[in-house]
T-cell receptor, first 113, second 111 residues
Framework: SQTIHQWPATLVQPVGSPLSLECTVE??????LYWYRQAAGRGLQLLFY??????ISSEVPQNLSASRPQDRQFILSSKKLLLSDSGFYLC????????????FGEGSWLTVV | AQRVTQPEKLLSVFKGAPVELKCNYS??????LFWYVQYSRQRLQLLLR??SRESIKGFTADLNKGETSFHLKKPFAQEEDSAMYYC?????????????FGKGTLLTVNP
């Protein structure tokens, strides 16, 4: 069966520091991968998605970037965090077929102080 | 562009009462609709999808293309239904498949 893991689960970082959230998927190959941010009152916002190694699509302009160095690895990064980057970040995977379910990781709480 | 609107941020009902969580969408293509649920301290998970026409945990949702709606319904709410519910719209983008979510509705079922 397929599983998805993301870490760290919680993170407290000072403003201006770098960020790296990592996500890996097991039990499948060539998945679509997604980074969402969940913020109170704003729902789930798609930040990035990837259909293959090195292929990243950005949905909203922001202070973050994403990379996919391996087929089942998806990394969310920032060189310098802003207070507004605080939130709950969710990694997800799905098959590249319309109508398919997307499966979520357990999420990472980021607090920028 | 695709958009999902959940007009209610909060919904509170009593146990045994009917519940309806509203969802409206905007999409120029053929829509694929889902409901996701997030129980306390659990990960976001799929509740149901319109193409399956199924009932999960007593919940049903019918896609109404004329009204561009996909409301989630349950005739008799239970306390364990208390959770955050998200409506989601999938695009028909082939390999560029992605889900757009609404802002969510927090359902509280009171005893």
């Amino acid at each position: 069966s397929q599983t998805i893991h993301q870490w760290p689960a919680t993170l407290v970082q000072p403003v201006g520091s770098p960020l790296s959230l990592e996500c890996t998927v097991e039990g499948t190959s060539n998945p679509n991968l997604y980074w969402y941010r969940q913020a109170a009152g704003r729902g789930l916002q798609l930040l990035f998605y990837s259909v293959g190694i090195g292929q990243i699509s950005s949905e909203v302009p922001q202070n973050l970037s994403a990379s996919r160095p391996q087929d089942r690895q998806f990394i969310l990064s920032s060189k310098k965090l802003l207070l507004s980057d605080s939130g709950f970040y969710l990694c997800a995977w799905g098959r590249a077929i319309s109508g398919n379910t997307i499966y979520f990781g357990e999420g990472s709480w980021l607090t920028v102080v | 562009a695709q958009r999902v609107t959940q007009p209610e941020k909060l919904l509170s009902v009593f146990k045994g009462a009917p519940v309806e969580l509203k969802c409206n969408y905007s999409y120029s293509g053929s829509p694929e609709l889902f409901w996701y649920v997030q129980y306390s301290r659990q990960r976001l998970q799929l509740l149901l999808r319109h193409i399956s026409r199924e009932s999960i945990k007593g919940f049903t949702a019918d896609l109404n293309k004329g009204e561009t709606s996909f409301h989630l319904k349950k005739p008799f709410a239970q306390e364990e239904d208390s959770a955050m519910y998200y409506c989601a719209l999938g695009n028909s983008g082939g390999s560029n498949y992605k889900l757009t979510f609404g802002k969510g509705t927090l359902l509280t079922v009171n005893p």
